[in-house]
């Protein structure tokens, strides 16, 4: 048993070394601004959610509001009006983010072939980078407001 345990631990540890790569997390941000493929997190990977980035990238939506709409949404907790305004923002928040969804889902099946993820799973994608400003993104936009994707 102690052996055994020996040499998952040395496995273990033999797996984690060979899975990180030679850069500094400094070289490995900046190629994450760069957009580097070689770079991206899981979740980050592939086709749709490169279409994703860069339609969400490409145009202004409800969602790049929504840091604004945090401090109304927290007051309608207290406030009984203001929690309805706070559930029809966010509902329309869903709404949006499915439509999203479907259209990215469309335009990747139509280059592609084939998408990764339904329309609410690409869409939660698409709006998660939304609702963060331009300059925190990561990656880094690849395409400019107004760009057609």
Do not use: C
């Not at 409800?62 to 309608?76: D, T, V």
């Not at 928040?93 to 499915?98: H, R």
């Not at 280059?111 to 990561?138: D, E, N, T």
Request: no cysteine; hydrophobic share 45%.
């Amino acid at each position: 048993m102690a052996r055994q345990r020996q040499l998952a631990k040395e496995a273990k540890t033999q797996k984690h070394r060979s899975s990180l790569a030679p850069m500094s997390s400094v070289e490995r941000r900046e190629a994450l601004k760069r957009g580097d493929a070689s770079v991206l997190p899981r979740r980050d990977q592939g086709p749709t959610r490169k279409l994703a980035r860069d339609y969400v990238d490409s145009r202004r939506l409800l969602s790049n509001f929504m840091l604004l709409l945090f401090p109304i949404m927290i007051a309608g907790a207290f406030i009984p009006l203001l929690s309805v305004l706070t559930l029809v923002l966010f509902l329309g928040f869903l709404l949006e983010w499915y439509l999203i969804g479907r259209r990215i889902r469309g335009l990747v099946v139509q280059r592609h072939g084939k998408a990764q993820g339904g329309p609410l799973a690409i869409g939660f994608y698409a709006g998660s980078r939304a609702y963060l400003p331009r300059r925190w993104r990561l990656p880094a936009p690849q395409v400019a407001l107004g760009d057609k994707v």
